[in-house]
């Protein structure tokens, strides 16, 4: 049985529709993604899972409890790491641990060990008493996590974990939750971050304008929409035309952004003589293909 | 209209152990400037006024003063404390992560504001003790008032905080409201010689009814209308209360 159940869901704001009539059904123990640009309404279904916002329409189910009647018992289970930093910069690191184990009214004793331990697997057993705004980005990021496990939660809900953190301290995230899903715990990714959704998750939803797209796993949206490898060429501006018209003869899927030509050919052989570079075909490129490359603001 | 639980307990002891981590920057100074009020009012000033009925004009003066910094206290704590716990350390979105809902986080808030103006009256009682200004036993009940009259300014306040557009109107909060209540109130001089008509609207004011009250129990007397202040105070307090986790609740889940 799915551990999240969505049903119908939908968030209207004043004159934006933000989320529109989704349907989801997440598994025990695995990691589900959700992908898609600025304003796809990511953070608004995981803020109506998380109880913070009221859907306009639809239900949630969470480990088969309807939410709309029993939102705290639902919030007992979750573990929510936000994007934005709201550790509570009045305590300490270790008081932020700590203080938010009382709010899910766990015994002070469970509370300080299992703090400790999260502080040691966080490697933030030495900024214990430290203050957090003491603490770098990444540092910050892991005790967020950190936060988010103090009352061992069945579920954890991550939105955009690894933003804006140096490649070490992502690496170490990543692991992080790589540890965690395979201690069982179901993982809802919200990501932005083509690698992180490939690494981590066992499926995607890729979501554009409030709807799912498309699910699947990441291996399966490139195989599906992509048939070979992307020939990538990096043209100047006098030789753009002709090759543009050596494409359409060829009859040759393509699009042109940021100043590069992404070919898509069914065979290898249909490029040759072209100039540009081959490479393997990412999720990136079925996003892409999938919410359109024009900018979302 | 939702009602909260038995863990707004859990947001109150948050703000109760930041209290007292904090209690050097912020504590002493809200204890420094009752004293300095009371003693430069009510012996420099007081050596001119003389005395008010039969008493001295700084044994007026300390029941209002407690009051008045207990209402200070609530008020304080609910506007730019909460303001700021709320807006600019996003603390309340993380909390609501947790069991606890909106309406749990409200009343941790306010109830909190009304230790703080506890707090405030116990230790300026105790100030005005040590001076020997306190004329009656019935004075340890003021403690007990400032608590009730927390709970009342803190529901204002909050209230307040959950429909500002930015911490800049919390100017209007106070030069509006707080400071002509400090001092229109009956805090440092008895409203009697007023005209009647101005004399029963000041009542509309809620720090009127919390001045005439603790004023009574002072000096151990006890007058009718001190009942009706009392019912006056607890209107106020369950109608804001209410209003509050209306509010609170819009604000805060979109």
């Known amino acids: 049985m799915a551990i999240i159940r969505v049903t119908n869901l939908t968030k209207k704001f004043k004159d934006l529709v933000a989320v529109d009539d989704i349907n989801l059904e997440i598994e025990e123990g695995e990691c589900f993604g959700l992908l898609g640009p600025n304003g796809a309404g990511k953070t608004s279904i995981i803020r109506m899972i998380t109880a913070v916002s009221p859907p306009s329409r639809g239900d949630i189910w969470v480990d088969g409890r309807e939410l709309r009647k029993h939102p705290r018992e639902v919030k007992a289970i979750l573990g929510v790491i936000p994007q934005t930093d709201n550790l509570d910069e009045d305590l300490t690191v270790i008081q932020n641990l700590t203080t938010f184990a009382r709010y899910f009214a766990i015994p002070r004793e469970v509370a300080y060990q299992r703090s400790v331990e999260i502080l040691n697997s966080m490697a933030l057993e030495g900024k214990r008493d430290s203050k957090i705004d003491e603490l770098s980005g990444g540092m910050k990021r892991r005790l967020l996590i950190g936060r988010g496990l103090v009352n061992a939660p069945k579920i954890i809900i991550l939105d955009e974990p690894s933003i804006g953190l140096d490649p070490q301290a992502r690496h170490m995230v990543w692991r992080k939750l790589k540890e965690l899903k395979s201690q069982g715990i179901t993982q809802l990714l919200c990501t932005q971050n083509m690698e992180e959704a490939a690494r981590l998750c066992d499926r995607v939803a890729i979501i554009h304008q409030g709807r799912i797209i498309d699910i699947d796993t990441p291996q399966a949206f490139v195989t599906r929409y992509m048939s070979n490898r992307v020939w990538e060429i990096d043209v100047t501006s006098d030789e753009r035309d002709s090759i543009m018209r050596e494409l359409e003869r060829r009859q040759l899927e393509f699009e042109e952004f940021a100043g590069i030509i992404h070919v898509f050919p069914k065979d290898d052989s249909l490029v040759e003589g072209l100039p540009g570079v081959a490479r393997a075909a990412t999720l990136e490129d079925v996003f892409f293909k999938l919410t359109g490359r024009s900018l979302v603001e | ?254």
């Open chain 2, 1 to 254: 209209m939702r009602p909260f639980s038995w863990r707004f307990y859990r947001l109150w002891q948050r703000d109760r152990d930041v209290f007292f981590r904090l209690w050097h920057s912020e504590g002493a100074g809200a204890i420094i400037e009752p004293i300095l009020v009371l003693l430069a009012f009510g012996m420099g000033m007081g050596a001119f006024i003389g005395d008010i009925g039969d008493q001295r004009y700084i044994e007026f003066l300390a029941p209002g003063i407690i009051v008045a910094y207990a209402m200070f206290a609530a008020s304080f704590e609910c506007t730019y404390g909460s303001y700021f716990r709320m807006e600019h350390h996003y603390t309340f979105d993380a909390i609501l992560a947790t069991p606890l809902n909106v309406e749990d986080i409200t009343a941790g808030e306010i109830f909190w504001g009304a230790t703080r103006a506890f707090m405030t009256g116990c230790i300026i009682l105790a100030i005005a003790a040590a001076f020997q200004l306190v004329p009656s036993f019935w004075a340890l009940l003021i403690p007990p008032v400032a608590a009730l009259s927390g709970l009342m300014f803190a529901s204002i306040a909050l209230f307040f905080t959950s429909i500002v557009p930015s911490i800049y109107t919390f100017n209007f909060f106070f030069t509006l409201f707080i400071t002509p209540m400090f001092l229109l109130s009956g805090v440092f001089f008895p409203l009697d010689r007023f005209p009647e008509i101005v004399q029963k609207l000041s009542w509309i004011a809620p720090l009127t009814p919390v001045a005439h009250l603790a004023r009574g129990l002072f000096q151990g007397e006890f007058r009718p209308e001190m009942l009706l202040a009392l019912g006056i105070i607890i209107v106020w307090t369950v109608v804001f209360f209410s209003i509050t986790l209306v509010t609170m609740r819009r604000r805060l889940t979109k």
